[in-house]
Nanobody, 115 residues
Framework: QVQVVESGGGLVQTGGSLRLSCAAS????????MAWSRQAPGKQRELVAH???????WYLDSVKGRFTISRDNANNTVSLQMNSLKPDDTAVYYC?????????WGKGVLVTVSS
């Protein structure tokens, strides 16, 4: 059974930091580009960042310089370090795969940035 499980969400003040973590089943992690996406209230879901197995990264323009995605291939985990958080970053954050014929996503964690 494939599993993708996020952790680390919560409430933080503007300018603060949070680190999200994600553990995925080995069967999908090893060969996949791992990604974080988010969905803010009343908005469409958007891709925030992704990282290849070789640690090539991509970021949404609005988070460049503030967020860092990384992966640990030995432990099948991927993290998202979020610094200088803004109220606009408030959303449910999802971890998953991209670029596969069938992609898998977790249930998400809520990040709330208070002004």
């Amino acid at each position: 059974q494939v599993q993708v499980v996020e952790s680390g969400g919560g409430l933080v003040q503007t300018g603060g930091s949070l680190r999200l973590s994600c553990a995925a089943s080995a069967s999908i992690f090893s060969a996949s580009i791992m990604a974080w996406s988010r969905q803010a209230p009343g908005k469409q879901r958007e891709l925030v960042a992704h990282v290849s197995r070789e640690s090539t990264t991509w970021y949404l323009d609005s988070v460049k310089g503030r967020f860092t995605i990384s992966r640990d291939n030995a432990n099948n985990t991927v993290s998202l370090q979020m610094n200088s958080l803004k109220p606009d970053d408030t959303a449910v954050y999802y971890c998953g795969t991209v670029g596969r014929a069938l992609n898998y996503w977790g249930k998400g964690v809520l990040v709330t940035v208070s002004s």
